[in-house]
C-alpha cells in the first residue's frame, strides 16, 4: 500500500488497487456510471456527445467506461471507440474481434500450442467391401 493524492480532489489517502481516486470520488464515480448506464438504455442511440452533456460526465470517462466492458453500447448506436490495435470501430473492450482472434493465433504460435488437426475418415476401397474365404 502506498500514500498517494486522489486524482480527482487531490486528497490523500491509502491507495490498495483500481482507479486512483479515493472512497468518496470513487463512490460517486459509480453513482454516474449507474446514471449513464440507466440514460442509454433509455437512449439507446444517444450519441458520446449529447449523453456527455446530459449525464455530465467526460467523453474520456465513458470510453474508460467501454473500454473495462463495463458499459457496452448495441450494434445500432453511433457511439463506438477504435480498436487500440488497427482503429477499426468497436462498441465496447479494447480490441475488435479480428484483432483479438489474430493476436490468439500469435500467442499460440509463440506458445507452440497446435490446435488438433481433423483428420479425415479413410476410404473404404471396393476390395474391402468383398467377402474373403480362408483356404
Known amino acids: 500500500m502506498e500514500l498517494i493524492t486522489c486524482a480527482k480532489c487531490g486528497k490523500l ?3 490498495v488497487a483500481g482507479p486512483r481516486v479515493c472512497q468518496q ?3 460517486l464515480l459509480e453513482e454516474k456510471f449507474s446514471e449513464v448506464k440507466q440514460y442509454v438504455r433509455e437512449h439507446p442511440n444517444v450519441d458520446m456527445r449529447t449523453l456527455s452533456k446530459e449525464c455530465d460526465v467526460s467523453p474520456k470517462q465513458i470510453q474508460r467506461w467501454v473500454r473495462e466492458d463495463r458499459l457496452v453500447f448495441s450494434a ?3 457511439i463506438g471507440i477504435p480498436c487500440e490495435r488497427c482503429g477499426k470501430t468497436i462498441k465496447s473492450g479494447r480490441f475488435c474481434d479480428s484483432c ?3 493476436m490468439t493465433r500469435d500467442l499460440e504460435d509463440a506458445a507452440g500450442i497446435k490446435k488438433p488437426v481433423k483428420q479425415e475418415p479413410k476410404k473404404k476401397s471396393p476390395e474391402s467391401d468383398k467377402m474373403r474365404f480362408l483356404g
Open 100 to 102: 483479438k482472434n489474430g
Open 76 to 78: 445500432d448506436s453511433p
Open 25 to 27: 470520488c470513487n463512490k
Open 13 to 15: 489517502f491509502q491507495y
